[in-house]
């Protein structure tokens, strides 16, 4: 079957780095997408690994290993605003290419 | 880029009424389109997908039925609701097999 799992909740202090690790199970693996979604909002896009090795954009990066089946999405310089649930997803070419979801995580900043 | 619209923003419905979310899209064309449905806390639940004009696949047996009469429009229906079909609805889009774009939702409850 098709899973992913991630940690449900993570604490972290502002300032600080943290790391949110993604594994899954697909068929037909293409890529790990990870969103971000803030309270009361709708899922934004963070960032999409299709190849192994770390993809970085300003203060996040995203992390893929094909073999391990295994992601991570890291954020630096935690800042107050970080604070929200973050999923990641995979492309799956055996169900023509749709995302199958993880449950998210819930990241808590405390000051 | 994409600009999904989606309306109403909340909704509250008595139990046994229809409903009709509606979902547009801009700046693009022959997107893929999504209904979501995300329960408080929870992840994603993927309810109907459609790759064209009049192609809807139905991920999960329902008391909602999904439309799409024309390239950028997507119909979320039901013609009796239930309690159960309380929560936050997503529509997205997707051109690529990489990313999709969410619209800004509509919050359901049903009494």
């Known amino acids: 079957g098709q899973s992913l799992e991630q940690p449900s909740e993570v604490t972290a202090v502002e300032g600080a780095i943290v790391q949110i690790n993604c594994t899954y199970q697909?068929?037909?693996?293409?890529?790990l997408s990870w969103y971000q979604q803030h309270d009361g909002g709708a899922p934004t896009f963070l960032s999409y690994?299709?190849l192994d090795g770390l993809e970085e954009t300003g203060r996040f990066s995203s992390f893929l290993s094909r073999s391990d089946s295994y992601g991570y999405l890291l954020l630096q310089e935690l800042q107050m605003k970080d604070s929200a649930s973050y999923f990641c997803?995979?492309?799956?070419?055996?169900?023509?290419?749709?995302?199958?979801w993880g449950a998210g995580t819930k990241l808590i900043i405390k000051p | 880029s994409q600009t999904i619209h989606q309306w109403p923003a909340t909704l509250v419905q008595p139990v046994g009424s229809p409903l009709s979310l509606e979902c547009t899209v801009e700046?693009?064309?022959?997107?893929?389109l999504y209904w979501y449905r995300q329960a408080a806390g929870r992840g994603l639940q993927l309810l109907f997908y459609?790759?064209?004009?009049?192609?809807i696949s139905s991920e999960v047996p329902q008391n909602l039925s999904a439309s799409r009469p024309q390239d950028r429009q997507f119909i979320l229906s039901s013609k009796k609701l239930l309690l159960s079909d309380s929560g936050f609805y997503l529509c997205?889009?997707?051109?690529?097999?990489?990313?999709?774009?969410f619209g800004p939702g509509t919050r359901l409850t049903v009494l």
């Open positions: 997205a889009c997707s051109v690529g097999a990489d990313t999709q774009y």
């Open positions: 700046g693009t064309s022959n997107p893929n």
């Open positions: 459609s790759v064209g004009i009049g192609q």
């Open positions: 697909t068929s037909g693996f293409y890529g």
């Open positions: 690994n299709a």
């Open positions: 997803a995979v492309s799956d070419m055996d169900s023509n290419y749709q995302l199958i």
